[in-house]
């Protein structure tokens, strides 16, 4: 049995203004006050899981312990089966301690080279409450990699990751056209359906 969210406030356990900008506006509808783990100036855990799930599960408890409230958190990435799933739960490290995704993006390129750029996206959410209870929920967007990169919507990997069934990035994308197909969107739908919609 799936624990409902019957608390008003939720702590987003991320420091990553993008994905907060993305949580809160999937969240918007829901009667829910959101505060994010950096503005409550909660530290970032390290996350040594050896999963997305594990390492969402890791933020979510800590912001959640921290607060005194329930926090939800994602873990996402990028998948790429040529490189034997890398970077996967290590995405934003490719980026480097200054965060440059064009340089991620780069290096994934001259890896993958002229193999197969087949490519997901994974993203696992955690919703944790201070008493330790834990929810796990994950959505998944598939496609392909292009290059050069287009787009200057969205964050991370968006400007190179194309959509199945689609043929503009993420970052081209209007952000209500991409919340509506994104592995975060998928997530978040399965979140909702069992602890908010009720």
Known sequence: MVRPLTEKSLVVASHN???VREITTLLSGHGLTVISAAELQLPEPVEDGASFAENAAIKALASAQGSGLPALSDD???VVPALGGAPGIHSA???GPGKDFTAAMRKVIDEVGDHDRAAHFICALALAWPDGALEHFEGRVD?????PMRGHNGFGYDPFFVADGHD???A???PDDKHAISHRADAFRKFSAACLDR
């Not at 496609?143 to 290059?147: A, E, I, T």
């Open 17 to 19: 203004p993008g994905k």
């Open 76 to 78: 996402s990435g990028l």
């Open 93 to 95: 490290r490719w980026a």
């Open 143 to 147: 496609g392909r990699l292009v290059w």
């Open 168 to 170: 503009i990035t993420f």
């Open 172 to 174: 081209e994308m209007r």
